[in-house]
Antibody, heavy 120, light 107 residues
């Protein structure tokens, strides 16, 4: 059974960088069958797809966030990470790390989610 | 981006009821439509993908249908554990986009 677990600070100051890591167990981020994805959810914006990374290092980002987002893999630790720069209160949300369903753009395994608040 | 609209935003129902939820896309998504169930404090859980294919382990009382821009999720006989919020999501174009959700509440 694949399990994903997010970790990182729950509070980030405005204009700073949000950094989260997702640890994967029961599966491998080196798999050539899956993309590894970040999705966030807030009351104001609902569920929002942030972006994804493949074992090759190839990434795809939401155009609305592309200028501020970096998603990367660490195959040695079986983890993938999210960096979001220049955060504002609008970036406050629950952040989920997610596995896609065999290269498709729907999602079969989700982490429990980690809440992040942007506030001074 | 493809906009996903779910109606109604909430529905009140009783155990045993047949419940039908609606999702409309701003453009055709060629059947690449998924449904998720989310309970409070939990992550969404994939129920159905490709419009009508049940994810393994999902009870058969859940079914999906539709085509083009209009899709439905039906719960044939609502069970106590089905009270939750349901989201649709298009998987045709990037970025994948979600509907605003329909909350199924106890009548």
């Amino acid at each position: 059974q694949v399990q994903l677990q997010e970790s990182g600070p729950g509070l980030v100051k405005p204009s700073q960088t949000l950094s989260l890591t997702c640890s994967v167990s029961g599966g491998s981020v080196s798999s050539s069958s899956h993309y590894w994805t970040w999705i966030r959810q807030s009351a104001g914006r609902g569920l929002e797809w942030i972006g994804r990374v493949f074992v090759s290092g190839s990434t795809t980002y939401n155009p609305s966030l592309e200028s501020r987002v970096t998603i990367s893999l660490d195959t040695s630790k079986n983890q993938f990470s999210l960096r979001l720069t220049s955060v504002t209160a609008a970036d406050s949300a629950v952040y989920y790390c997610v596995r896609d369903r065999e290269g498709r753009a729907d999602f079969d395994y989700w982490g429990q989610g980690t809440p992040v608040t942007v506030s001074s | 981006d493809i906009q996903m609209t779910q109606t109604p935003s909430s529905v009140s129902a009783s155990v045993g009821d047949r419940v039908t939820l609606t999702c409309r896309a701003s453009q055709a998504v060629r059947g690449y439509l998924a449904w998720y169930q989310q309970k409070p404090g939990k992550a969404p859980n994939l129920l159905i993908y490709d419009t009508s294919t049940l994810q393994p382990g999902v009870p058969s009382r859940f079914s999906g249908s539709g085509s083009g821009t209009d899709f439905t999720l039906t719960i044939s006989s609502l069970q106590p554990e089905d009270f939750a919020t349901y989201f649709c999501q298009q998987a045709k174009d990037f970025p994948p986009t979600f509907g605003g959700g329909t909350k199924v509440e106890m009548k």
